[in-house]
T-cell receptor
Framework: SAVISQKPSRDICQRGTSLTIQCQVD?????MFWYRQQPGQSLTLIAT?????????ESGFVIDKFPISRPNLTFSTLTVSNMSPEDSSIYLC?????????FGQGTRLTVV | GENVEQHPSTLSVQEGDSAVIKCTYS??????FPWYKQELGKGPQLIID?????GEKKDQRIAVTLNKTAKHFSLHITETQPEDSAVYFC??????????FGTGTSLTVIP
């Protein structure tokens, strides 16, 4: 199974600022996924990141708010831009290995 | 798209009792059904999964059953222990497509 390292594990940020979350995988993967998990809620897919192409965003998420980079097959970043308190959530990086989804430990973001 | 419903949202059991969590899905083409355990401050961890070509799978105290006709699947935890306390998520997917997650069940095992 893939081992995913995500950082930071948590952060408290001022509204209006941006935070970049990093995700490192111990093996090469074609697709990486970013999820948002709002307090007490399920996982919502933000976007799918393929190496060498622009990320594909789900309905309700836009590139200006959540820009994603995927410079190689083991690394991706998600930026949460111009943050507001409504962005307070856990953000999760995920990869699929033989059709099985694995997750990083998540980034708990609090916007004040 | 797929819609996954999960029940109950909270569940409390006495240590040693069994716990059952149920999920239904809407897309008959879904063929892979994993279960995840999420402890506080951690990411979801895969605990068991089942594919549509089998009806039941067991791993020690954990089992999953699948009824394709009724489009529902369940997680069974026997002889529960306090360390089983966590939030459990079911999910459904079909090959090459995204995962759809249930809304989660917060399980508390009372010592």
């Amino acid at each position: 199974s893939a081992v995913i390292s995500q950082k930071p594990s948590r952060d408290i940020c001022q509204r209006g600022t941006s935070l970049t979350i990093q995700c490192q995988v111990d093996s090469q993967v074609t697709m990486m996924f970013w999820y948002r998990q709002q307090p007490g809620q399920s996982l919502t897919l933000i976007a799918t990141a393929n190496q060498g192409s622009e990320a594909t965003y789900e309905s309700g998420f836009v590139i200006d708010k959540f820009p994603i980079s995927r410079p190689n097959l083991t690394f991706s970043t998600l930026t949460v831009s111009n943050m507001s308190p409504e962005d307070s959530s856990i953000y999760l990086c995920s990869v699929e290995d033989w059709g099985v989804a694995f997750f990083g430990q998540g980034t708990r973001l609090t916007v004040v | 798209g797929e819609n996954v419903e999960q029940h109950p949202s909270t569940l409390s059991v006495q240590e040693g009792d069994s716990a059952v969590i149920k999920c239904t899905y809407s897309d008959s083409a879904s063929n892979y059904f994993p279960w995840y355990k999420q402890e506080l401050g951690k990411g979801p961890q895969l605990i068991i999964d089942i594919r549509s070509n089998v009806g039941e799978k067991k791993d020690q105290r954990i089992a999953v059953t699948l009824n394709k006709t009724a489009k529902h699947f369940s997680l069974h935890i026997t002889e529960t222990q306090p360390e089983d306390s966590a939030v459990y998520f079911c999910a459904a997917s079909k090959a090459g497509n995204q995962f759809y997650f249930g809304t989660g069940t917060s399980l508390t095992v009372i010592p």
